[in-house]
């Protein structure tokens, strides 16, 4: 069954420093998706994109935060300058109709 | 703006028990409706999902949930808990087919005792 994948699983940095999450989301979906979990608390909204542009965003999607879809497989997140508050699971996903889920990247900011 | 409310952040039950996980939405249009779950240290997976049409749905591991539009719920039931259910349980509402507008509830956790 395809699935939605995330790359790395875990990733650790330092306050200020730049990361890029990156995905490949299901081939033939035509939605793409970020969210993050904070620990314990409930999944968020961040972003959504269709054909090459974001369609929706939220109100912690700010400037910090940029996609892109640099080639027709991968979708990838950049944070600019993280803070310690950005430490969360991140989640890909991609849909067609439902929403699929990747297994999510393990940001820690220190 | 559509939105999920989950009652209860976490449910214990005895194995083999019934399980119940309540779930009210707000939307403005015919909702889509879906319920995710999330074992430890893993993603979301889909576990059903309401478009439109019959309105008791039935989902993988022998859970089902019931549209219900004069409630505004959602509620996710399964007849007999296992102890491999044990995980956290989202439930989610879209307004439109693509489902680029997904709002997630806050979760439960379920618990199940030996």
């Known amino acids: 069954e395809p699935e939605v994948t995330q790359t790395p699983s875990h990733q650790v940095t330092q306050m200020g420093q730049e990361v890029i999450l990156r995905c490949v989301p299901i081939?033939?979906?035509?939605?793409f998706y970020w969210y993050r979990q904070i620990l314990g608390q409930k999944v968020e909204f961040l972003v959504s994109?269709?054909?090459?542009?974001?369609?929706?965003k939220s109100e912690i999607f700010d400037d910090q935060f940029s996609v892109e879809r640099p080639d027709g497989s991968n979708f990838t997140l950049k944070i600019r300058s993280t803070k310690l508050e950005d430490s969360a699971m991140y989640f890909c996903?991609?849909?067609?109709?439902?929403?699929?889920f990747g297994p999510g990247t393990r940001l820690t900011v220190l | 703006a559509q939105s999920v409310t989950q009652l209860g952040s976490h449910v214990s039950v005895s194995e083999g028990a019934l399980v119940l996980l309540r779930c009210n939405y707000s939307?403005?249009?015919?909702?889509?409706l879906f319920w995710y779950v999330q074992y430890p240290n893993q993603g979301l997976q889909l576990l059903l999902k309401?478009?439109?049409?019959?309105?008791l749905v039935k989902g993988i591991n022998g859970f089902e949930a019931e549209f219900k539009k004069s409630e505004t719920s959602f509620h996710l039931t399964k007849p007999s808990a296992h102890m491999s259910d044990a995980a956290e349980y989202f439930c989610?509402?879209?307004?439109?087919?693509?489902?680029?507008?997904?709002?997630f509830g806050a979760g439960t956790r379920l618990t199940v005792k030996p």
């Open positions: 996903a991609s849909s067609v109709g439902p929403v699929y």
């Open positions: 989610a509402v879209s307004e439109t087919p693509g489902n680029n507008d997904m709002r």
């Open positions: 081939s033939n979906h035509l939605y």
């Open positions: 939307s403005s249009v015919p909702p889509y």
């Open positions: 994109f269709y054909n090459n542009e974001i369609s929706e």
């Open positions: 309401y478009t439109t049409g019959a309105t």
